[in-house]
């Protein structure tokens, strides 16, 4: 059973630092492009950012570009996003995936961003 597990949220004051982390198992990590996902307060998921399966292609939400990194670790299953120059309306559930459409992805890590 693939398993997801997203870590490293939590209280930042605006202009603040976060690195989430997605740790994986039970499946080909280092063969899988991943994808982190986020859900604002009551709104839908929206998209953050994507990797290719050994990082040679990244893509990163144009809202978020400049201040959000997305990377990976093969040699140890672990997916990161790097978050910086955080915003009030980046608050959300952050979730690491395994698909596009975020059908298989972890409980999620809460981010909040408040003064």
């Known amino acids: 059973q693939v398993q997801l597990v997203e870590s490293g949220g939590g209280l930042v004051q605006p202009g603040g630092s976060l690195r989430l982390s997605c740790t994986a198992s039970?499946?080909?990590?280092?063969?899988?492009?991943m994808y982190w996902a986020r859900q604002p307060p009551g709104k839908g998921l929206e998209r953050v950012a994507h990797?290719?399966?050994?990082?040679?292609?990244?893509v990163v939400s144009e809202s978020m570009e400049g201040r959000f990194t997305v990377f990976r670790d093969n040699a140890k299953n672990i997916l990161y996003l790097q978050m910086n120059n955080l915003k009030p309306e980046d608050t959300a559930v952050y979730y690491c995936?395994?698909?596009?459409?975020?059908?298989?992805r972890g409980p999620g890590t809460q981010v909040t961003v408040s003064s």
């Open positions: 995936a395994k698909d596009a459409t975020y059908t298989s």
């Open positions: 039970e499946f080909f990590f280092n063969r899988t492009w």
């Open positions: 990797i290719s399966a050994r990082s040679d292609f990244k």
